[in-house]
C-alpha cells in the first residue's frame, strides 16, 4: 500500500533567480565572481536563460506531475538604483507567477535568494541597519503589485548562510572575516525579517509568510561534545529559529549533518559516501531538522530545499525516497509538514563552485539551453501526482 500524503501537500521544486536567469549584472554576486582572486570558479553568465524561458519550464514543471514552484525575485532588477523602480521588472515576475498558475502550480514567492543589488552593497550591505528598511521597503512594493497571485512568500533565503559564510567564512560576499560584523548582520537580518513579513502582510493580508533556513543536523561524534553541539547550533540557528515563532510557516533546507566533536566540526566520517559539493549522503537529516524547527518555532514547516548534488542519477531517487519516508514519520508523528520542494529544478550556477555540481532534476545543455528531465524527475513528478510514495 504506498504511503499517502495528507490532500493539498506541495510538491514542488526550487530556484533561485541568480542561479537560472542569466545577466544579473547589477548584483553583489556578479561583482564577486568577477572580482580579482573570486573564489568563484567561474562567472554566471547566461545562467540557464530561465529569465526568458521560464514559460516552457513551468510548463515542463507542471507536465511532470508539480504542483508548486518555488523561485525568488532579482532586487537588483525591480530597484536597479535605490528609490528607483522598474516597473518592467516588476511585471516580468507578476507575468512568472501568472504563468505558475496558468499551469496548476502554486508560486512559492523567495524576496531574497542570496543576491543584493549593488547600491545596497556600496552602502554597507547587511551589516548597515538601514538595509532592514530598505528590504522592507521592497518587499513592500514588490507585494502590492505580486498580491492577486501571492500564496506563500519566503523574505529571506537562508539568511544564516549570508552572514556566515560572507562575513565570519569569507566566501560568499562581501568576503570578510570579522565576528563582530557577523553578530551585527545576524541582528540586521532578523529585523529584516520581521519588517519585510509586516510590510507582505500590509499589502497581501491573505498571505503566508515564513523564512528559511539552511538547518543542519548536528550530531554528537566525540564524548563530551554535547556543550560545544549546542554552541554552533544555536549561534547558527537559532536568532532565526527565535525569529519565526509567529510566522505562517517556516521554511527547512537541509541536506545532510554535521558531525561535531570537542574541538568543533569534524567533517565527514572516513569512508562514507559523499555528494559533489563534499557533503555526506545523509537523507536522514531532513527528518531530524524538520521535527527540530517544529518544535523549536511550533510553526507548520514547509520543506524549500532538499536535494543531491550527483552524476548519477539512481543515487537521487534513493536520496530523496529516503528523504521523503522521514517527511512521512513526522507527518504520522502529528507533525505539521505543508509540502516538499526538491532543490533544484534545473542544473544551475551553484554560487562558487560554478556549474560543475548537478542538482538539477532537469539538465540544462549550457551551449543550447536544452532542457532534458531526467529520470528521477519523472520518478518524483510521479509521487506528485499520486500524493503518495509507492
Given at each position: 500500500?504506498?504511503?499517502?500524503?495528507?490532500?493539498?501537500?506541495?510538491?514542488?521544486?526550487?530556484?533561485?533567480?541568480?542561479?537560472?536567469?542569466?545577466?544579473?549584472?547589477?548584483?553583489?554576486?556578479?561583482?564577486?565572481?568577477?572580482?580579482?582572486?573570486?573564489?568563484?570558479?567561474?562567472?554566471?553568465?547566461?545562467?540557464?536563460?530561465?529569465?526568458?524561458?521560464?514559460?516552457?519550464?513551468?510548463?515542463?514543471?507542471?507536465?511532470?506531475?508539480?504542483?508548486?514552484?518555488?523561485?525568488?525575485?532579482?532586487?537588483?532588477?525591480?530597484?536597479?538604483?535605490?528609490?528607483?523602480?522598474?516597473?518592467?521588472?516588476?511585471?516580468?515576475?507578476?507575468?512568472?507567477?501568472?504563468?505558475?498558475?496558468?499551469?496548476?502550480?502554486?508560486?512559492?514567492?523567495?524576496?531574497?535568494?542570496?543576491?543584493?543589488?549593488?547600491?545596497?552593497?556600496?552602502?554597507?550591505?547587511?551589516?548597515?541597519?538601514?538595509?532592514?528598511?530598505?528590504?522592507?521597503?521592497?518587499?513592500?512594493?514588490?507585494?502590492?503589485?505580486?498580491?492577486?497571485?501571492?500564496?506563500?512568500?519566503?523574505?529571506?533565503?537562508?539568511?544564516?548562510?549570508?552572514?556566515?559564510?560572507?562575513?565570519?567564512?569569507?566566501?560568499?560576499?562581501?568576503?570578510?572575516?570579522?565576528?563582530?560584523?557577523?553578530?551585527?548582520?545576524?541582528?540586521?537580518?532578523?529585523?529584516?525579517?520581521?519588517?519585510?513579513?509586516?510590510?507582505?502582510?500590509?499589502?497581501?493580508?491573505?498571505?503566508?509568510?515564513?523564512?528559511?533556513?539552511?538547518?543542519?543536523?548536528?550530531?554528537?561524534?566525540?564524548?563530551?561534545?554535547?556543550?560545544?553541539?549546542?554552541?554552533?547550533?544555536?549561534?547558527?540557528?537559532?536568532?532565526?529559529?527565535?525569529?519565526?515563532?509567529?510566522?505562517?510557516?517556516?521554511?527547512?533546507?537541509?541536506?545532510?549533518?554535521?558531525?561535531?566533536?570537542?574541538?568543533?566540526?569534524?567533517?565527514?566520517?572516513?569512508?562514507?559516501?559523499?555528494?559533489?559539493?563534499?557533503?555526506?549522503?545523509?537523507?536522514e537529516g531532513l527528518e531530524a531538522t524538520i521535527r527540530r524547527?517544529?518544535?523549536?518555532?511550533?510553526?507548520?514547516?514547509?520543506?524549500?530545499?532538499?536535494?543531491?548534488?550527483?552524476?548519477?542519477?539512481?543515487?537521487?531517487?534513493?536520496?530523496?525516497?529516503?528523504?521523503?519516508?522521514?517527511?512521512?514519520?513526522?507527518?504520522?508523528?502529528?507533525?505539521?509538514?505543508?509540502?516538499?520542494?526538491?532543490?533544484?529544478?534545473?542544473?544551475?550556477?551553484?554560487?562558487?563552485?560554478?556549474?560543475?555540481?548537478?542538482?538539477?532534476?532537469?539538465?540544462?545543455?549550457?551551449?543550447?539551453?536544452?532542457?532534458?528531465?531526467?529520470?528521477?524527475?519523472?520518478?518524483?513528478?510521479?509521487?506528485?501526482?499520486?500524493?503518495?510514495l509507492g
Amino acid at each position: 500500500m504506498p504511503a499517502a500524503f495528507p490532500p493539498g501537500f506541495l510538491w514542488g521544486t526550487a530556484t533561485a533567480a541568480h542561479q537560472v536567469e542569466g545577466g544579473n549584472w547589477n548584483n553583489d554576486w556578479w561583482a564577486w565572481e568577477h572580482a580579482p582572486g573570486t573564489p568563484c570558479v567561474e562567472p554566471s553568465g547566461d545562467a540557464c536563460d530561465h529569465y526568458h524561458r521560464y514559460r516552457d519550464d513551468i510548463a515542463l514543471l507542471a507536465g511532470l506531475g508539480f504542483n508548486a514552484y518555488r523561485f525568488s525575485l532579482e532586487w537588483s532588477r525591480i530597484d536597479p538604483e535605490e528609490g528607483e523602480f522598474s516597473p518592467a521588472a516588476r511585471d516580468h515576475y507578476l507575468r512568472m507567477a501568472e504563468a505558475c498558475r496558468e499551469q496548476g502550480l502554486e508560486p512559492v514567492i523567495t524576496l531574497h535568494h542570496f543576491t543584493s543589488p549593488r547600491w545596497l552593497a556600496a552602502q554597507g550591505g547587511w551589516a548597515e541597519p538601514a538595509a532592514a528598511d530598505r528590504f522592507a521597503r521592497f518587499a513592500e512594493r514588490s507585494a502590492r503589485h505580486l498580491a492577486p497571485f501571492l500564496g506563500r512568500v519566503c523574505t529571506l533565503n537562508e539568511p544564516n548562510i549570508v552572514a556566515r559564510i560572507g562575513y565570519l567564512a569569507g566566501v560568499f560576499p562581501p568576503g570578510l572575516h570579522d565576528y563582530g560584523r557577523w553578530e551585527t548582520v545576524t541582528r540586521v537580518l532578523v529585523e529584516a525579517h520581521r519588517k519585510a513579513a509586516e510590510a507582505v502582510k500590509g499589502e497581501a493580508p491573505t498571505a503566508r509568510v515564513g523564512l528559511t533556513l539552511s538547518i543542519r543536523d548536528y550530531q554528537v561524534a566525540e564524548e563530551g561534545a554535547e556543550e560545544r553541539l549546542a554552541e554552533l547550533r544555536d549561534a547558527d540557528e537559532g536568532p532565526y529559529l527565535e525569529a519565526a515563532r509567529g510566522d505562517d510557516f517556516f521554511g527547512v533546507q537541509n541536506y545532510g549533518r554535521e558531525r561535531v566533536g570537542r574541538q568543533g566540526p569534524l567533517g565527514p566520517e572516513a569512508g562514507v559516501e559523499l555528494t559533489m559539493m563534499g557533503y555526506e549522503f545523509w537523507p536522514e537529516g531532513l527528518e531530524a531538522t524538520i521535527r527540530r524547527a517544529h518544535q523549536v518555532t511550533g510553526v507548520p514547516v514547509l520543506v524549500t530545499e532538499n536535494g543531491i548534488a550527483t552524476a548519477d542519477d539512481t543515487r537521487r531517487i534513493v536520496f530523496v525516497r529516503r528523504a521523503l519516508e522521514g517527511v512521512r514519520r513526522c507527518l504520522g508523528d502529528g507533525l505539521p509538514v505543508e509540502g516538499y520542494c526538491y532543490w533544484s529544478a534545473l542544473d544551475n550556477f551553484e554560487w562558487t563552485f560554478g556549474y560543475r555540481p548537478t542538482f538539477g532534476l532537469i539538465a540544462v545543455d549550457r551551449q543550447t539551453q536544452r532542457r532534458t528531465p531526467k529520470p528521477s524527475a519523472h520518478w518524483l513528478g510521479e509521487v506528485a501526482r499520486a500524493n503518495a510514495l509507492g
